[in-house]
């Protein structure tokens, strides 16, 4: 076990967790990229056209009415103004000035009618208007000449031939004025129901608009508070595309990747670290119990040695078989502690619990002896096998055994029940202690890194946190059970190496029942 | 002069087997015991004047036994065998009042010169 060099250190995440950190990168921007900058910037500025546009029309609309208006007044003005000329002749002797005044009135009205009359109306609205227009150039040129007449025979004929042509300009004028009046009417009308409509659909583009944004929003910070609230709980998977497109979030995720990396380098980390804890609680013992076969070894020597010639060869075939039987047990010993600690690749393979079980408990037995536990292990015969890393599975039941070794001060029974559940396709081991319990304010906490109840120095409080990160690696499920006074129960699930999963979930991780 | 005894105890079987000639050679009368709760039986029984005694075992601790005896007995020497000493076992053992300590695995002729030297002291 040698150091990697130091350059490497930070970034040294394992190959297989960098090349998975690189694949759920790629993913992540191999999407099309739509930030959602740019969607704002689009939909304000098609909000903007859409507003332009039909302030555009109104604007053209009120231009139109007031067209109307203006032609109305002057057909008002004139149809008024003939009855004027009209009294204006009857007295006699009427100025010449008031005639001119007439005709340049009538002139207005003429350069008003003649510049509404090409404005898009129907063949007889036109035909109307050219008349109404030849009838008061007629009668400017009638009061024209009225002006200049000084005979008075002369200038009775002109006011009759004026008085006859007002009458019908009159008439012309009002027929007009009716119709344009319906016309603005209905102008005015439309343009209610256009305004109404623009109004609908500036407010219908504005809920579209909020719709979009609020999802764009609000789905990803959704998303992102189950990830977080997956990673509190300790599953340090890679977030991967959730959408077709990606945008401000996507940063994010990148983000948030790269520190689930770090997480998981670190976990690792921490599960080497708390192995060697559970292996420091246990080396006491190991030396102990490795002393003892190498002490007896030692003394039954010496004896041989000092005693040689005095022995008999049936005593020394006695000592002789002592020192046999300890060197066997020392090497014994070792052999547990290596295949304890053995560090084989952490590859989820096929793996019989029961040799993981006994493995763990040869190396926990001397601390289970001195502290007066009784183990007990209940198996029925022909288990099926287990998919998991050998090594991992056995740190996740040293740290239950010593948990409930410690649990129990004053010694007593620690049962051990293997149940197969095909069904699930699963294999259950329930650990079980008769120690002084959780109690029930600790039960949520059981699994967090550094919660212990223990004294400084005697506990990290990595043991369970530990066993839950090795065993959701595995895709199992670890939970626990507790009376206070009574005893506490640990469930291990574990899926089996050749079972189909018949929830349609994945790995699933419950912390207890504690835990809502 | 009379005999002095000394009362051994340790899980392990061949200890006791092996230190018994060994201390009988030396002129005491010995008894040995594997299980401490009828070591400690013994002991009320009784006194020794050298008790040797292993650390970690089922039942009361070597720990566990010199306590009782400082009460009892306090003319009783207790020499301590361990397997695996801590610092704080150690000075534990030493403020309860040891004689001395031990460590597995040791030397017999050792053991005996330790156990005279706590009779001689006792
Ligand atoms: N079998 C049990 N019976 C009673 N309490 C338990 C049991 N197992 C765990 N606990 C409680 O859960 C806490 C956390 O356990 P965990 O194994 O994570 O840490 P620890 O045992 O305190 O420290 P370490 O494992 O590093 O020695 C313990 O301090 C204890 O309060
Ligand atoms: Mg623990």
Redesign the interface.
Same mark, same amino acid.
Not at chain 2, 56 to 59: E, L
Not at chain 2, 103 to 109: G, H, Q, R, T
């Given at each position: 076990m040698s150091d990697p060099p130091v350059a490497n250190r930070r970034t040294s995440h394992s190959p297989p967790l960098q090349r998975e950190l690189e694949g759920a990168q790629r993913a992540i921007l191999s999407r099309p990229s739509i930030p959602i900058r740019h969607r704002l910037i689009f939909s304000l500025l098609l909000c903007f056209i859409l507003c332009g546009l039909f302030g555009l029309v109104a604007l053209t609309r009120i231009r139109q009415v007031r067209g109307q208006l203006d032609l109305l007044e002057a057909l008002e003005m004139l149809y008024s103004r003939s009855l004027r000329v009209q009294l204006l002749e009857r007295q006699e002797g009427s100025s010449v000035e008031a005639l001119r005044d007439a005709r340049a009135r009538v002139e207005e009205a003429e350069a008003l009618l003649a510049a509404d009359a090409g404005q898009r109306r129907s063949p007889r609205e036109a035909e109307a208007y050219s008349k109404l227009l030849s009838r008061l150039a007629d009668y400017r040129s009638l009061l024209g000449r009225l002006e200049s007449a000084v005979d008075v025979q002369e200038r009775g004929r002109e006011m009759a031939a004026a008085q006859a042509l007002e009458a019908e300009i009159a008439f012309r004028g009002r027929d007009l004025v009716h119709r344009e009046r319906s016309s603005v009417a209905r102008l005015l009308r439309s343009s209610e129901m256009l305004f109404g409509t623009m109004l609908a659909v500036l407010l219908g583009f504005f809920l579209l608009i909020t719709f979009f944004f609020t999802r764009a929003l609000m789905d990803p910070m959704r998303r992102f508070q189950a990830y977080t609230r997956r990673i509190a709980q300790g599953d340090f998977s890679l977030i991967r595309p959730a959408r077709a497109y990606r945008d401000e979030f996507s940063e994010l995720a990148l983000a948030v990747n790269q520190m689930l990396a770090e997480f998981q380098t670190n976990q690792e980390k921490l599960i080497q670290a708390g192995k060697l804890t559970a292996m420091g609680t246990i080396t006491s013992g190991i030396a102990h119990e490795l002393n003892n076969p190498l002490n007896n070894v030692a003394i039954t020597t010496e004896a041989l040695m000092e005693d040689f010639k005095a022995l008999s060869d049936e005593e020394k075939w006695r000592l002789l078989q002592d020192i046999y039987f300890e060197t066997e047990r020392a090497g014994e010993i070792v052999k547990s502690l290596l295949d304890f600690t053995r560090d084989e690749r952490p590859d989820l393979v096929p793996v019989d619990i029961l040799e993981v079980i006994e493995a763990t408990r040869r190396i926990a037995q001397n601390e289970m002896v001195l502290n007066d536990v009784r183990f007990e292990l209940r198996a029925p015969p022909g288990l099926p096998l287990v998919r998991g890393a050998a090594n991992q599975l056995r740190q996740v039941f040293l740290n239950l055994f010593l948990n409930a070794v410690q649990a129990m001060p004053g010694g007593g029974p620690l049962t051990v029940e293997v149940m197969a559940e095909k069904g699930l396709g699963r294999l259950c081991v329930e650990v079980r202690d008769e120690g002084i319990g959780i109690p029930p304010e600790h039960m949520p906490h059981a699994f967090d890194p550094f919660f212990t109840t223990k004294e400084p120095g005697k506990g990290t409080g990595l043991g369970l946190s530990i066993c839950y990160s090795i065993i959701q690696k595995h895709g199992g499920t670890i939970e626990v059970t507790s009376e206070r006074g009574k005893g506490t129960t640990f469930h291990v699930c574990l899926p089996l190496a050749n079972g189909e999963k018949t929830g349609a979930e994945g790995p699933r991780l419950d912390r207890g029942p504690a835990e809502a | 002069m009379a005999e002095k005894s000394v009362l051994v105890l340790d899980d392990?079987p061949?200890?006791g087997d092996?230190?018994k =000639?060994?201390l009988e050679r030396e002129g005491f009368e010995v008894e040995i015991f594997t299980e401490s709760e009828r070591a400690l039986e013994r002991l009320k029984e009784r006194s020794f004047h050298v008790l040797v005694t292993d650390m /970690?075992? !089922? &039942?009361p601790s070597g720990m566990d036994l010199l306590r009782f005896i400082k009460e009892k007995a306090p003319s009783t020497q207790v020499i301590v065998i361990? &397997?695996?000493a801590?610092i704080e076992t150690s000075h534990e053992a030493q403020a309860l009042g040891a004689f001395q300590f031990i460590? /597995? =695995?040791? /030397?017999? !002729?050792e053991l005996a010169k330790l156990v005279s030297k706590a009779a001689r002291g006792g």
């Open positions: - | 392990e061949i200890v092996r230190l =000639p060994v /970690k075992m !089922k &039942g361990t &397997g695996y801590t460590a /597995k =695995p040791f /030397k017999m !002729k």
